[in-house]
């Protein structure tokens, strides 16, 4: 049976609506790079302090806290990214960056916001707490390197389930898609260099054109999503740099390509780059040159936990009713969160913050995207509601 519990978490993230509102602002004027989150970091420290709540450093940059109940039971982590990105603001609003060329263009200002405002919520009710609630604050979201340093330095040891939350640009404020099953795709890199032989232009008998080669490979490839894909288990192929030749009367003797895929099935993802070797080489040696692929497998895809998913989808009803959870269909962008599911359970919500009346309209990584700021209330409502939710289910 589910205890009754003393406080309105909803009421309480109203309660702390400005000082969260005040956080992200904050965050959002001094955004700091992937590895680079110093005085981020050092800001979580100092609101964590406040809260009389202990903390150690870790992956770098990165803070983990415990929130110990008072009652035994299971540990759920809440995560919170920390980077911004090399994106110029474009926006004109009050607390607009003020470090040139660096944005919070991803809505990782909010994250920390809110999960601190959830910290707040969670500590001064930790007599109701059935076991213990771990806030990870991870760096380096955005180049996949945080997670990873996040777990070997202990981030998870002892943990049961994990839950983050992605603020959505794509999604209405006072919406939340945290639905079972894929949500973010794989993300891997792949690196092809071809060799052919250089000369002459006005001599191709004698050359073996690069240009020629890596043009053929580029559309080769796309045949692995039209023809050798079910049509149903989506794949993006993308190649986005292509580089061969000097000049204009050289045969390029060298072809340089990079690209990236993005996918849902764990299956396809390793068959992958079996399959993209074959048509490279192949396809190089009809034209008489050589190729190599280096397929580097960056990140998995984020998949949500079903009873994970079914505990937020009702923590979501509480906060927003009913109407509050909101079909959304999985993404092909990818998150390192995939780095902690692949060892634990958990899910990611995707919390709107769509507005057009507010100007809350462009997508992440745009120098003009913002948010909703009514989001954040709701976020962290989110975080608090979640953790106490899923720790009475698993109650000992
Ligand atoms: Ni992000």
Not at 30 to 35: A, G, K, R, T, V
Not at 117 to 144: S, Y
Not at 245 to 268: H, K, Q, S, Y
Not at 298 to 306: F, K
Request: proline share 3%.
């Amino acid at each position: 049976m589910e205890a009754i519990l003393k406080v309105d978490i909803k009421e309480l993230a109203r309660e702390y609506r400005d000082y969260v509102i005040s956080l992200r602002r904050h965050f959002h004027q001094y955004p700091e790079l992937s590895l680079e989150e110093f005085e981020t970091s050092k800001k979580i420290k100092e609101e964590l302090e406040k809260m009389g709540i202990e903390y150690v450093s870790a992956g770098g940059t990165g803070v983990i806290a415990d929130i110990k109940g008072s009652k035994p039971g299971k540990t759920i982590a809440l995560r919170a990214d920390m980077d911004a990105l090399p994106v110029e603001e474009l926006t004109e609003c009050a607390f607009k960056s003020k470090i040139d060329g660096n944005m919070h263009a991803c809505g990782h200002d909010s994250h920390m916001a809110m999960l601190l405002g959830a910290a707040k919520i969670l500590n001064g009710m930790r007599d109701q707490i059935n076991g213990t609630v771990r806030l990870i604050f991870q760096p380096a979201e955005e180049n996949a390197k945080g997670a990873p340093a996040m777990i070997r330095d202990g981030a998870i040891d002892g943990v049961d389930s994990i839950f983050a939350i992605h603020i959505w640009a794509q999604i209405p404020v006072g919406k939340v898609s945290l639905e079972a099953g894929p949500r973010m795709a794989s993300t891997d890199w792949f690196y092809i260099d071809v060799k052919g032989k250089g000369g002459h232009g006005s001599q191709p008998e004698n050359c073996i054109d690069a240009v020629v080669a890596s043009s053929a490979i580029v559309m080769n490839l796309q045949t692995l999503v039209s023809r050798e894909t079910r049509p149903h288990n989506p794949l993006v192929l993308s190649i986005g740099l292509l580089h061969s030749g000097t000049r204009l009367n050289v045969i390029a003797e060298e072809g340089r390509m990079e690209g990236t895929t993005r996918c849902f099935d764990p299956e396809l993802r390793k068959q992958l780059p079996i399959k993209m070797e074959r048509i490279i080489k192949n396809t190089a040696e009809a034209f008489g040159a050589t190729a190599t692929l280096e397929y580097d497998f960056a990140g998995s895809a984020v998949v949500n936990d079903e009873r994970c998913s079914e505990i937020g989808q009702a923590s979501v009803e509480k906060i927003l009713g009913k109407d509050g959870n909101y079909q959304f269909e999985k993404v092909t962008g990818g998150e390192d969160f995939c780095f902690y599911l692949e060892q634990i359970p958990g899910a990611l919500a995707f919390v709107g913050c769509k507005n057009d009346e507010k100007q809350c309209c462009y997508a992440h990584h745009n120098g003009r995207f913002a948010i909703d700021e009514d989001s954040l209330e709701i976020g962290t409502a989110l975080y608090a509601q979640y953790a106490i939710d899923f720790l009475n289910k698993y109650e000992k």
